[in-house]
Each structure stands twice: as structure tokens, then as C-alpha cells.
């Protein structure tokens, strides 16, 4: 099992920048593919970007690909959402999530296992 705790949402104004930190406990972190994902008020949870479990490969959504960059630091247990040039529209809890999954997969929130409990980003206009 592992346990997954979000930090560094917050309010800031269109064009701005924030860092998501995703920290597991409980072994293993490295056999987990992770993932972030998030949920407007009023709308579906949406997969936001993924990342291997070596860190190499990534997968972004299109509306995020060339502004958000996730890394992850397996000594440190944590995953990171960099998001740079955020838009109103990218308002909404942003959750991390891990599991067990192939490469076709990550995009299905479906296929991860464990979720943290989300952070609130708000972006001005």
C-alpha cells in the first residue's frame, strides 16, 4: 500500500507559476506509475500528466503539454507538478495518484489504485 499527500496549491494570477509536490510513504514507490489528475467544479476528473516509474517517459494532456513538466525524485519519495503559464482554466483540485498500470493506460484514472486527497489551485484572471 502506499499513502499520497499533496502540497502546494494555492491562488495565483494568470501567467504565474506553482509547484505541486505528491509525497508517498510505505515501500515501493518506485514499481508505481504516477499520475495527476484534477477536477473543475461541475466537471469529470481530467488526467493532467503522468510519469514512469524511472522517471524517463512522461505523458501530458493536451491542454497542458509545453506549460506543466512532472519529475519525480525516488529517493525522496515525491512526485512534482511544475506548472508554468496557468490559465483560469486551469482551476481545479489537482490529485495525485499511483498504481500498478502499462503506458496505454495512464491516462485512465481507472487504472491507479491509490489517490491523495487533493490541493486547491485557483487561478486568477
Known amino acids: 500500500q502506499v499513502q499520497l499527500v499533496e502540497s502546494g496549491g494555492g491562488l495565483v494570477q494568470a501567467g504565474g507559476s506553482l509547484r505541486l509536490s505528491c509525497v508517498a510513504s510505505g515501500r515501493s514507490f518506485t514499481t508505481y506509475t504516477m499520475g495527476w489528475f484534477r477536477q473543475a467544479p461541475g466537471k469529470e476528473r481530467e488526467f493532467v500528466a503522468s510519469?514512469?516509474?524511472?522517471?524517463?517517459?512522461?505523458w501530458y494532456a493536451d491542454s497542458v503539454k509545453g506549460r506543466f513538466t512532472s519529475s519525480r525524485d525516488n529517493v525522496k519519495n515525491t512526485m512534482y507538478l511544475q506548472m508554468n503559464s496557468l490559465k483560469p482554466e486551469d482551476t481545479a483540485v489537482y490529485y495525485c495518484a499511483a498504481g500498478h498500470l502499462g503506458a496505454l493506460v495512464v491516462r485512465q484514472s481507472t487504472a491507479y489504485n491509490y489517490w491523495g486527497q487533493g490541493t486547491q489551485v485557483t487561478v486568477g484572471s
Open positions: 510519469i514512469s516509474r524511472s522517471g524517463i517517459t512522461t
